[in-house]
């Protein structure tokens, strides 16, 4: 499966794991971990940029905290519709982008947002795709947060219902190497949280 096709299966997901899915459960347990980490790291000003935002869960708590500067990729544009319903207020004040990561990322500034995070998207990155990874820190002012399985070893791929691939990576090794510093991180059940700021 190259990099094309895994976008365009993402892009066309429904049932478990779609748009809809997510916005029926809402806010968890990691939309209040990224919170937290945003809390006590960046302001309530800080410009977020959330890379595969799907139907907008984890903004929507951050918007309820006080984060007002937010915007969104995903490449699923039905997601941003079943953001809009599920979330009027955020689609109406954020920011919000049908687009691969790939695409949207290319042309931005360094430091575009104060704030880059994302939970359970970069592992489905291809590897032809990796790339993307120097603009995600190019383009991380401040703070990058990661929230992403790395259960498997580094190097290997797994398949969410046989049929969409999960790469697993080591994210410390990932953005160390593209000059960031990891200052946090934990892990839990399924995922392992990773907090970088760039080298002063």
């Not at 959330?50 to 699923?76: M, P, Q, S």
Request: aromatic fraction near 10%; include cysteine.
């Amino acid at each position: 499966m190259d990099s094309h096709e895994v976008r365009r299966q993402w892009a066309d997901r429904s049932g478990e794991y779609s748009p809809t899915y997510y916005a029926h459960y809402g806010s968890d347990a990691t939309s209040e971990l990224v919170r937290s980490l945003l809390e006590r790291h960046v302001g309530f000003d800080a410009s977020v940029l959330e890379v595969g935002c799907n139907a907008g869960r984890h903004l929507a708590e951050l918007a309820a905290a006080g984060f007002t500067d937010l915007t969104g990729v995903d490449l699923n544009a039905d997601a941003l519709d079943v953001l809009a319903e599920t979330y009027p207020d955020l689609a109406a004040d954020g920011t919000f982008h049908a687009a691969s990561i790939e695409e949207f990322v290319t042309d931005l500034d360094d430091d575009a947002f104060d704030v880059v995070f994302s939970v359970e998207t970069l592992q489905h990155i291809h590897p032809d795709s990796t790339w993307v990874f120097d603009d995600i820190a190019r383009i991380a002012g401040e703070l990058l947060v990661t929230v992403e399985n790395e259960s498997g070893e580094a190097g290997t791929v797994n398949y969410v219902d046989d049929d969409l691939p999960l790469y697993y990576r080591d994210w410390n090794e990932v953005f160390t190497e593209r000059g960031l510093t990891e200052v946090e991180s934990t892990t839990g059940k399924r995922d392992t949280v990773r907090v970088f700021r760039p080298l002063e």
